[in-house]
């Protein structure tokens, strides 16, 4: 078996040995831009330990890998375009560094070689893999779109907040597994069980992001601290400050936002944050749905030496600080 570090090496010598194009260059550069700035690499990781899982070989799925790792990069530059981001993985964001139709254009683009990888995958039926791979992008752009929606509201419950991070964030998480287990071989039934660990460790993983984007180290997370706040984003800290807070509280943190300087808005915001602890409920989440994460883990039928390096890898990722 590989380990992470094993997998992220030969993922990263791929994706700098891919060529995306060069003429023109305003088109081209982004991409490569985008693509070398690093990042966890956690998708396309994840989906060759899922192959791995099944199969020594995990060449075959490399082009699924660097599909899955364009296209959440695809999704990166239209995120920062859309949350009004200036930092992503220490950098100037596309938007900022060029312009907005540049990371209309060049984020497009990214989406379309995500394909044209996946459709070098050698496999006997790349329609299933192709539907599965759409139906997640379906799925991410629905989760986005809900997201933008929410800004505006303030009446978002838990539940349409675990439904729009499963859109948005969670199924690509199970996707990548699904897909790199199918590719290794796996059956339906496995394969399916690898998706639904993968959900919920992917909705965990969001509730960290959330944290992380208010109290996490900008330095680590190389994401400008407080944007959620910033931007109203309905994340599950300001959700349970909301059913939380006492009326004056709750007076209060209507001023905070409708605040229009934004360092007076997160400072405030994060003072009500500690005051009621809402961090201290999102780890709880968090946990919650790693255990459900677990129930789908046990039911994968390989051996226990074959797959416990998935269950490490999640359980890093609820205390990762970038
Ligand atoms: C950021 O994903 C977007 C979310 C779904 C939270 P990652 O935290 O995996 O970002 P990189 O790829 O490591 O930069
Ligand atoms: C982004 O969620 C999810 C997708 C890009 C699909 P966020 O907006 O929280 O991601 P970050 O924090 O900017 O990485
Ligand atoms: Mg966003
Ligand atoms: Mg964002
Ligand atoms: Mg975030």
């Given at each position: 078996?590989?380990?992470?570090?094993?997998?992220?090496?030969?993922?990263?010598?791929?994706?700098?040995?891919?060529?995306?194009?060069?003429?023109?260059?305003?088109?081209?550069?982004?991409?490569?831009?985008?693509?070398?700035?690093?990042?966890?690499?956690?998708?396309?990781?994840?989906?060759?330990?899922?192959?791995?899982?099944?199969d020594e070989e995990i060449e075959k799925a490399?082009?699924?890998?660097?599909?899955?790792?364009?296209?959440?990069?695809?999704?990166?530059?239209?995120?920062?375009?859309?949350?009004?981001?200036?930092?992503?993985?220490?950098?100037?964001?596309?938007?900022?560094?060029?312009?907005?139709?540049?990371?209309?254009?060049?984020?497009?683009?990214?989406?379309?070689?995500?394909?044209?990888?996946?459709?070098?995958?050698?496999?006997?039926?790349?329609?299933?893999?192709?539907?599965?791979?759409?139906?997640?992008?379906?799925?991410?752009?629905?989760?986005?779109?809900?997201?933008?929606?929410?800004?505006?509201?303030?009446?978002?419950?838990?539940?349409?907040?675990?439904?729009?991070?499963?859109?948005?964030?969670?199924?690509?998480?199970?996707?990548?597994?699904?897909?790199?287990?199918?590719?290794?071989?796996?059956?339906?039934?496995?394969?399916?069980?690898?998706?639904?660990?993968?959900?919920?460790?992917?909705?965990?993983?969001?509730?960290?992001?959330?944290?992380?984007?208010?109290?996490?180290?900008?330095?680590?997370?190389?994401?400008?601290t407080g944007g959620d706040i910033a931007a109203?984003?309905?994340?599950?800290?300001?959700?349970?400050?909301?059913?939380?807070?006492?009326?004056?509280?709750?007076?209060?943190?209507?001023?905070?936002?409708?605040?229009?300087?934004?360092?007076?808005?997160?400072?405030?915001?994060?003072?009500?944050?500690?005051?009621?602890?809402?961090?201290?409920?999102?780890?709880?989440?968090?946990?919650?749905?790693?255990?459900?994460?677990?129930?789908?883990?046990?039911?994968?039928?390989?051996?226990?030496?074959?797959?416990?390096?998935?269950?490490?890898?999640?359980?890093?990722l609820m205390s990762r600080t970038s």
């Amino acid at each position: 078996m590989r380990t992470y570090k094993e997998l992220f090496e030969l993922i990263s010598k791929h994706i700098a040995e891919t060529s995306y194009g060069a003429e023109p260059r305003e088109l081209y550069e982004p991409i490569n831009y985008m693509m070398s700035l690093g990042g966890k690499r956690l998708r396309p990781v994840t989906t060759l330990m899922a192959c791995n899982m099944f199969d020594e070989e995990i060449e075959k799925a490399i082009p699924a890998a660097l599909a899955i790792e364009m296209f959440h990069n695809f999704t990166l530059v239209h995120d920062d375009i859309m949350d009004n981001a200036p930092l992503r993985r220490g950098k100037e964001t596309i938007y900022k560094k060029w312009n907005m139709p540049i990371a209309i254009l060049s984020g497009d683009l990214m989406m379309i070689k995500a394909t044209e990888s996946l459709c070098k995958t050698e496999t006997s039926d790349i329609i299933k893999l192709l539907k599965k791979f759409n139906d997640i992008a379906t799925k991410v752009c629905e989760g986005q779109q809900i997201d933008m929606n929410f800004e505006s509201r303030n009446d978002v419950s838990h539940n349409e907040y675990i439904n729009m991070i499963s859109l948005k964030t969670a199924v690509l998480l199970g996707g990548a597994l699904q897909i790199g287990a199918l590719i290794g071989g796996a059956n339906e039934e496995d394969a399916g069980h690898l998706y639904e660990f993968g959900k919920n460790t992917g909705i965990a993983f969001q509730v960290q992001d959330d944290i992380l984007d208010s109290f996490g180290d900008a330095g680590k997370t190389g994401k400008k601290t407080g944007g959620d706040i910033a931007a109203d984003k309905k994340t599950l800290l300001l959700i349970e400050l909301l059913a939380a807070a006492h009326k004056d509280d709750k007076k209060l943190l209507q001023e905070l936002m409708n605040e229009i300087d934004d360092d007076k808005k997160i400072t405030g915001i994060l003072q009500l944050y500690h005051k009621y602890k809402v961090k201290e409920f999102a780890e709880a989440e968090k946990e919650k749905y790693l255990q459900l994460a677990y129930r789908h883990f046990n039911k994968v039928n390989v051996n226990a030496d074959r797959k416990s390096i998935l269950k490490q890898t999640a359980e890093e990722l609820m205390s990762r600080t970038s």
